[in-house]
């Protein structure tokens, strides 16, 4: 698979609405950059499905995607993520700021 192809999968998934499609696309996504080693794009997708981390007014990050809680994408994505030592620091970084919302 390359990453063209998995990126088109997801947009598929979106166009059709398919939350389940959407969530099986993302974890072998998120599995892809975590073999190839891609850093820089696995800390895009988990700041994208972080969201802020402090209210603001200009704020329009949707919490949800075809119904599915960003958050919760993120944890499975974690999960993925810390199978892998060589990222142990971007998995550490992420679940700390996933507990400390969990705390307010």
Same mark, same amino acid.
């Given at each position: ?6 990126e088109? /999968?997801?947009?598929?998934? +979106?166009?059709?609405?398919?939350? /389940? ?9 998120? %599995? ?8 820089? %794009?696995?800390?895009? +997708? ?6 802020p ?17 960003? %958050?919760?994408?993120l ?9 892998? +030592?060589?990222? /142990?620091?971007?998995?550490? @970084?992420?679940?700390? /700021?996933? @507990? +400390?919302?969990?705390?307010?």
């Amino acid at each position: 698979m390359t990453l063209a192809y998995l990126e088109n /999968q997801l947009a598929s998934a +979106l166009t059709l609405k398919s939350s /389940q499609e959407y969530r099986h696309w993302l974890l072998i996504y998120a %599995r892809f950059l975590v073999n190839e080693g891609s850093e820089h %794009r696995l800390r895009e +997708l988990c700041k994208d499905l972080l969201g802020p981390v402090h209210k603001s007014a200009g704020s329009i990050w949707e919490a949800n995607i075809l119904g599915l809680r960003k %958050r919760d994408l993120l944890r499975e994505v974690l999960h993925v993520i810390g199978q892998n +030592l060589r990222f /142990q620091r971007v998995f550490t @970084e992420y679940q700390d /700021q996933l @507990e +400390l919302l969990r705390t307010k």
